[in-house]
């Protein structure tokens, strides 16, 4: 019944991602004053899956100098990744019983970076080669600052799991008293995701499309489907840290979808980031702020325990 339960949840997951592509094209053309998708079905609500078959049913091409066997592995080792992480989902009762919750996505998250070198290197082209060495110097950077934001909030609720961060928010939101921390947060997810304004990964203007220029069909839908599933969980850690993290009401997923909306609202609104200035923001502005937070709040822990 647990792995049932899981295998139906991955279905919805897949579902979901489709509509989370259906809203950011309809909000991106809001913001750019358009419709966006509105003729295929009911308001445009069969757009995603068009799409979808389309991308399927392409022929998937390849390059004779690429390296055929990790060509073809990376986008499936990169989808596989992205429904383990959904393993950690907050059911009642969960497949594995995650005590250290956010270990395991720290983990997951590390992993995803030999995807996006695999997927770089293997095409052999010069594009997807430079694409992944900046989608993994960002990657790697980023989780550094990611890692120690939630060490912040590990203090005071003394362990790992999710449901822990649950209980300890009953009374007060984690964001009230750490507003700096949730924007470096926020901040550290769209690079972690490679999103818009830190979409170097795919810099279509200088890069050609970055690491997946040489995927088409399944394999660049894949590879497609693990960037939004990653955005969507990203979506309700952030929740789960910051917003209460309930996750046996309804307005967990509408805080859910409220962060995914946040996502698309950036991509509409800023320009790209300049790449020095990527790696400067992280190791000179988001680590000390998150160290200078650790420091702060493990003093006043042993200050509060002292009295």
């Avoid at 005590?99 to 082209?125: A, D, E, K, P």
């Avoid at 279509?204 to 839908?221: H, I, P, Q, R, T």
């Avoid at 917003?243 to 997923?253: C, E, I, M, T, V």
């Avoid at 979808?257 to 988001?286: A, E, H, Q, S």
């Amino acid at each position: 019944m647990f792995i049932l339960n899981y295998l139906v949840m991955l279905v919805f997951i897949l579902i979901s991602v489709g509509f989370v592509t259906l809203l950011e094209r309809k909000v991106l053309g809001y913001i750019q004053i358009r419709k966006g998708p509105n003729k295929v079905g009911f308001m445009g609500l069969l757009q995603p899956f068009s799409d979808g078959l389309k991308l399927f049913f392409k022929e998937q091409n390849y390059s004779n100098v690429s390296n055929f066997v990790l060509f073809y592995i990376s986008p499936v080792f990169m989808l596989i990744l992205s429904f383990t992480l959904w393993i950690l989902f907050p059911f009642y009762v969960n497949i594995y019983s995650f005590t250290y919750g956010f270990m395991f996505f720290f983990v997951c998250m590390g992993l995803g970076v030999y995807g996006l070198i695999i997927s770089g290197w293997s095409s052999n082209s010069k594009y997807a080669m430079l694409g992944c060495m900046r989608a993994v110097a960002q990657t790697i950077s980023y989780e550094v600052s990611m890692s120690m934001i939630v060490l912040c909030f590990l203090i005071f609720t003394y362990g790992f799991s999710f449901y822990n961060f649950m209980i300890y928010q009953k009374g007060c939101w984690f964001f009230l008293f750490s507003l700096p921390l949730i924007v470096c947060w926020l901040s550290s997810c769209l690079a972690e995701t490679n999103r818009s304004p830190f979409d170097f990964a795919e810099g279509e203007s200088e890069l050609v499309s970055g690491f997946n220029v040489e995927y088409s069909g399944a394999g660049f839908s894949f590879i497609f489907l693990s960037e939004y599933m990653n955005i969507i969980f990203i979506s309700m850690v952030s929740v789960v840290l910051f917003l209460g993290g309930n996750f046996y009401n309804f307005s967990f997923y509408v805080k859910i979808v409220f962060i995914i909306f946040w996502f698309i609202w950036v991509r509409g609104t800023l320009p790209r980031f300049r790449y020095d200035k990527l790696m400067y923001l992280t190791w000179k502005g988001f680590l000390p702020v998150s160290l200078n937070y650790f420091m702060f709040y493990s003093l006043l822990l042993i200050f509060m325990s002292s009295l």
